[in-house]
């Protein structure tokens, strides 16, 4: 991974230093530092954030050799681990102790803390994001304190915690309330658009996991839904799952995304061609390797959370602003479904949510698509996703979020010095 630039290259920095910790006691160490000589450190997971969460000219810390399983009670399904573990490696130190995660999304490089903090999601309408899986955390906080929170104990600032944009400390243990390991059938097909939203409900209703995108300018949906199986046997990888889930949709689709940069006028055809190639794919394995897609070309994104009774009208907005053809675009559009929970900064915060993602080959220009997206997500009470670009204001916040002030108050708290602020985290809550 660079550590002066995140994965889709949109955002860069110069830090002064970079640390790379390998115990609890090395980053006690480098936060009490940072306090006496008012400097400020960001933490970098993965870089997998579009915004400048982790952007910084002065002390970027690293958790990459802060990883591992600490304990695990296998009775009840719990395990702890350190703050930097890549959700990849959590998957396999789980499976070897029997357990899993109950719901991932479709990215596994980013750490455990980083995929939390930001309000990483799956899909699933009896699922909530990844951070309520999460039963208690431990984090150095802005005044070198090793702070402890939980479902139980100091509860506010758990639910603060939860999601905290790394405002609050540098998390060094995530416990994890897991499942027994199971099995999942994925079965992923070409549809029509217009029987996909016709038929909805009964999808996500009868199906563990569901979700589908939307090619644009066409009525082809890709379909992916996924259920849990008992007794099957994991799939061999064969060869048409390999060049279905690996070729085509990273060095096939690389090609028609530099071929539509070089002839804008080319977008329909492109996505077009996207359409006809999509198979049909079927295939059953172990959870944790069938919940992750490898993405090899390199993106920009936006995606905001929706109340998911508004779902349906914000998506025929989405369809009039993409077939207008006024922007440069051809990626398809990723629709999801998450259930409501109550932690503070969470997008889906006391409401059923759909989340829409949309995406620009990251050598195209994109804010004016995502700007005429935004309007629309903002218009139906979105809540973007804090990982993905947006215009979000700290006023927006304020009129979004009923717990924000009680978030601030724990942030103030626990980094009254202001070393986890930066200058984009300045802009966003208002410090």
Known sequence: MNFKKNWAENVQWNPSKIAFPTSEEELQKLVIKALN??????????GH?????????????????????????????????????????????????????????????????????????????????????????????????????????NTSLFKAAQVSLGCLGIITEVTLQCVPAYKLKLQNKKEKLTDVLATLQERNQQNRNFEFYWIPYTNTAWT????????????????????????????????????????????KTVAAITAASISNVKKVYHSHKVYATQRLVKFNEMEYNIPAEAYQDVFKDVQKIVNSK????HFPIENRWVKEDDVYMSPAYN????????????????????????????????????????NFTTTDIQESYPEFATFMQHRKEHDPENIFVNPYIKKLIGV
Not at 37 to 46: C, D, E, Q, T, Y
Not at 239 to 256: A, D, I, S
Request: net charge positive; charged share 20%; aromatic share 12%.
């Open 224 to 267: 992916k839904t996924s259920n849990i199986v008992e007794d099957s046997e994991p799939d061999k990888v064969n060869f048409f799952n390999y060049w279905t889930e690996y070729v085509l949709e990273n060095y096939v689709f690389k090609l028609f995304c530099e071929y539509a940069r070089y002839f804008p006028s080319q977008n």
């Open 49 to 153: 954030s579009f915004t400048p969460l982790c952007a910084t000219n002065e002390i970027l810390v690293s958790l990459d050799k802060y990883q591992g399983l600490i304990s695990f009670e296998k009775e009840k399904n719990i395990a702890t681990v350190k703050g930097g573990t890549k959700l990849s490696l959590l998957g396999e130190l789980l499976f070897e102790k029997g357990l899993a995660m109950e719901n991932m999304g479709d990215i596994n490089v980013q750490s455990i803390a980083g995929a939390i903090s930001t309000g990483t999601h799956g899909t699933g309408i009896n699922f909530k994001s990844i951070s309520n899986q999460v039963l208690g955390l431990k984090f150095i906080n802005g005044k070198g304190d090793i702070i402890s929170c939980s479902a139980n104990q």
């Open 37 to 46: 000589n008012h400097l400020k450190i960001r933490v970098i997971g993965s």
């Open 326 to 329: 006024k922007f440069n675009i």
């Open 351 to 390: 409401r059923d949510s759909a989340y829409i993602a949309c995406h620009v080959y990251n050598k195209k220009e994109y804010q004016s698509y995502f700007n005429a997206l935004e309007k629309v997500f903002k218009a139906y009470n979105g809540r973007p996703h804090w990982g993905k670009l947006n």
